[in-house]
Each structure stands twice: as structure tokens, then as C-alpha cells.
């Protein structure tokens, strides 16, 4: 059974960092590209940065360019989402989620997800 | 950015009647390799998104046979046959063909 267990969010000021870890299982973690996805209260879904089986490719949305920094150690099976100079919008329930493929870009299928860490973002 | 229109909203039904949920995207989600990469996931309250169906009406294992979903090009619809008290929750659509993903506003169906 595939299993993912996000961690690290928490409440943080703007302008802080935060880091986020996602341990998975049930899976040949390599072989699949990985996501993160995130829900602001209330409201619905947005991918955020996706990176590639092996980790030589990464994307990011445009919200998230040149402040997020997405990466994984694989042989650990745990993916990671660095967070700089947070602002209040990204306050959000971050997912972790399972691509279909190894390539992380399009065409873009998510197989699963895990529940998600809870980042607070206010002064 | 390709946006994902759902339809209605909200959606309250009867236990044991159907329901439906439409998905239009502005832009036609067929891929260069002949697929069409859409897809349905429910989110029941408290719980992370399930992705139900896949690639239109490819249904995901575990998933009860009273859900199913159709279309083509832009235009696309998640069905449920009879709706039982487990269905609760928001359904939301995905669009996996162009870059970047994108999803629709979700549909919060509801027990009448």
C-alpha cells in the first residue's frame, strides 16, 4: 500500500523559510516523479513544484518561482520542499503526491497523495 | 494557463439517485499522443484527495463501478450511478495535458 507522511509545517512569520519532508513507502520511490500540491483553507487545489524520478528535472509554478526549492534523497525515499521569503498567500495544507511516470513534466497524472502538512503564514 | 470550469458547485442529491458533475477546459486536453489526460478526484471531508478516475473513464482499482467518467476534447463529466452516504465530499477535475497541471473549483456533493 502506498504510503506518504508529510512534516514540517507549522506556524512562521512572513519572509521566514520553512522546510517540509515527505516520507514514502509501499513503492519503488525512484521510479516515479513526485508532487506538491497545496490547498489553502477552503479553497481548492494548486500544484506547487514537481521534480523528476532520478531529481535532474524540477518545476515549479509561477507563484513559487525562485523562492520554493524542491528536491529528494532517494535512497532515504522522502521528498523534500524548501520554503523561503513566505508570504501570507502561501498559507496552505501542503500535499505530497505520487506521480504516474518517472518524467515529471506533461503529460502529468497524480496517483496519490498523502494528507498533508498544515503552513501558517501571519505576523 | 489552461482553466478547468466545473459545474454546478454544489450538488445536492437523494441516496440512491444519480448525480453528475461537469468539467470544460478552455483549451482541448488531447495529447499529442492520443490521450487525453483528465482526471477526477474526491476528497471526502477531513481526508487528502483519491483520484477516482484517470485518462477520462479509466477507473482507479478500489473504485466502486457507480462512479464513471466520459467526454472528449473540452468537455468532460464524472457520473455516479446511485449515490450512497460515502460519496459526501468535494470532487475536483484535473488536467494533465498542458503545462502546467490545473484543476477545476471542485463540486461539494451533499446529501439532501
Known amino acids: 500500500e502506498v504510503q506518504l507522511l508529510e512534516s514540517g509545517g507549522g506556524l512562521v512569520q512572513p519572509g521566514e523559510s520553512l522546510r517540509l519532508s515527505c516520507g514514502a513507502s509501499?513503492?519503488?520511490?525512484?521510479?516515479?516523479?513526485m508532487s506538491w500540491v497545496r490547498q489553502a483553507p477552503g479553497e481548492g487545489l494548486e500544484w506547487v513544484s514537481g521534480?523528476?524520478?532520478?531529481?535532474?528535472?524540477?518545476y515549479y509554478a509561477d507563484s513559487v518561482k525562485g523562492r520554493f526549492t524542491i528536491s529528494r534523497d532517494n535512497p532515504k525515499n522522502t521528498l523534500y520542499l524548501q520554503m523561503n521569503s513566505l508570504r501570507a498567500e502561501d498559507a496552505a495544507i501542503y500535499h505530497c503526491?505520487?506521480?504516474?511516470?518517472?518524467?515529471?513534466?506533461?503529460?502529468?497524472?497524480?496517483?496519490?497523495w498523502g494528507q498533508g502538512t498544515l503552513v501558517t503564514v501571519s505576523s | 494557463d489552461v482553466v478547468m470550469t466545473q459545474s454546478p458547485l454544489s450538488l445536492p442529491v437523494t441516496l440512491g439517485q444519480p448525480a453528475s458533475i461537469s468539467c470544460r477546459s478552455s483549451?482541448?486536453?488531447?495529447?499529442?499522443?492520443?490521450?487525453?489526460?483528465l482526471n477526477w478526484f474526491q476528497q471526502r471531508p477531513g481526508q487528502s484527495p483519491r483520484r477516482l478516475i484517470y485518462?477520462?473513464?479509466k477507473r482507479d482499482s478500489g473504485v466502486p463501478e457507480r462512479f464513471s467518467g466520459s467526454g472528449s476534447g473540452t468537455d468532460f463529466t464524472l457520473k455516479i450511478s446511485r449515490v450512497e452516504a460515502e460519496d459526501v465530499g468535494v470532487y475536483y477535475c484535473?488536467?494533465?495535458?498542458?503545462?502546467?497541471?490545473?484543476f477545476g473549483q471542485g463540486t461539494k456533493l451533499e446529501i439532501k
Open positions: 503526491a505520487k506521480q504516474s511516470r518517472a518524467a515529471a513534466g506533461n503529460p502529468f497524472g497524480l496517483q496519490a
Open positions: 509501499g513503492f519503488t520511490f525512484s521510479s516515479h516523479a
Open positions: 521534480i523528476s524520478g532520478s531529481g535532474d528535472s524540477t
Open positions: 483549451q482541448s486536453l488531447v495529447y499529442s499522443d492520443g490521450n487525453t489526460y
Open positions: 485518462q477520462v473513464s
Open positions: 484535473m488536467q494533465g495535458t498542458h503545462w502546467p497541471p490545473t
